[in-house]
């Protein structure tokens, strides 16, 4: 013997419901929100959230997603793609297709504490807040063929980098190869200084990509994974100032460049460039002072003492001293 089949002790959803549910998502929400939740839907109709979903499900509906677009407006749109393809699909023979890019305003971020790395049961952790230590430029070049990438980073994404961006390929390239650049419609990419450039170098053809048509540069999944791959680094300032977070300060809040102000003595402004420092430079000045065995802040070795500290540039170190000289003659 077996038990009977019964039926569920909630009664099924009725036609009626899964129709007023599909009509409801195809039209705008009440309101000023923008799309049904599954939340919003079960409350409206009168239903379980679940039931929301699994209709959703079936009807094939995601009210909660959206897939943005872009269309070409270039006129010579197709004539373009079938040439940036043929030299993906079949690249011409002794030559050497490149795709080209610039991923600019990379941000060196670093973390203001640092973080606990990944154990069993818990994650690795990474504070809030951070410390911008500058932004640069990534130019990059990845050969189609291979996968290499010819990459180099520099301040600024002009022209003039540009062209020295293309000097650097020139060097890296065998002699005797045809080299088949792809690229967007970057105004720096036009410059008559990178025309002239092309003229000089008969070897390089440039394929620009349509209008609105980035997609078609390969190197864009390159710059894709890397920024997944980067997303979480920490990338610290080289030049800091012992025993401080804080990053150098910039070069006019640095000390050892006196203001004149009226008719003010050189004794008066070198009086006032010695109590206007930046406190940044205190941990400097007196490790400084410490190194080279002066307990009262001078030396009489001044061009040695810039070979003491590895972290600052010599031209830093003198002008340090330079205040640390004046204090004691002034102070």
């Known amino acids: 013997m077996r038990d009977k089949t019964r ?22 929400p009440p309101g000023e929100t923008t799309h049904w939740t599954s939340a919003a839907m079960a409350k409206a109709v009168g239903v379980s959230v679940s039931s929301v979903q699994r209709l959703w499900r079936g009807h094939g509906l995601q009210p909660h997603r959206v897939r943005q677009f872009k269309l070409s407006n270039d006129p010579e749109f197709v004539a373009k793609l079938r040439d940036i393809v043929g030299l993906y699909v ?17 941000q060196a971020l670093d973390r203001t ?18 410390v911008r230590n500058g932004k640069t430029t990534l130019f990059a070049a990845m050969n189609v063929l291979d996968g290499t990438v010819i990459g180099q980073n520099m301040q600024r994404h002009r022209h003039q980098e540009f062209i020295r961006f293309l000097n650097a390929i020139e060097r890296k390239v065998p002699v005797g190869k045809v080299v088949h650049v792809i690229l967007d419609n970057y105004a720096a990419h036009k410059h008559p200084a990178v025309r002239a450039w092309l003229t000089r170098h008969p070897r390089w053809e440039f394929h620009f990509t349509p209008t609105s048509a980035s997609w078609l540069n ?53 009086r006032r460039q010695a109590r206007a420092p930046s406190v940044r430079f205190d941990p400097l000045a007196s490790v400084l002072s410490e190194r080279i065995g002066c307990a009262q802040g001078c030396s009489h070795r001044w061009s040695h003492a810039p070979h003491l500290i590895g972290d600052f540039t010599p031209t830093e170190c003198m002008q340090v001293l330079r205040w640390l000289r004046v204090e004691r003659e002034f102070g």
């Open 7 to 28: 039926p569920s002790r909630v009664p099924k959803l009725a036609p009626s419901v899964a129709e007023r549910v599909v009509e409801l998502t195809m039209a705008p």
């Open 90 to 106: 079949d690249p011409p023979a002794h030559a050497v297709v490149l795709s080209l890019d610039e991923e600019s305003q990379i």
């Open 113 to 130: 504490q640092p973080g606990l790395p990944t154990k069993k049961g818990r994650a690795g952790t990474m504070t809030h807040d951070y």
């Open 218 to 270: 390969a190197v864009e999944g390159f710059f894709a994974i890397l920024k997944r791959r980067r997303k979480r680094g920490v990338f610290r300032c080289r030049r800091r100032s012992p025993g401080g977070n804080q990053p150098l300060p910039r070069r006019s809040q640095r000390p050892g460049k006196a203001v004149p102000v009226g008719r003010r003595s050189r004794r008066d402004n070198r």
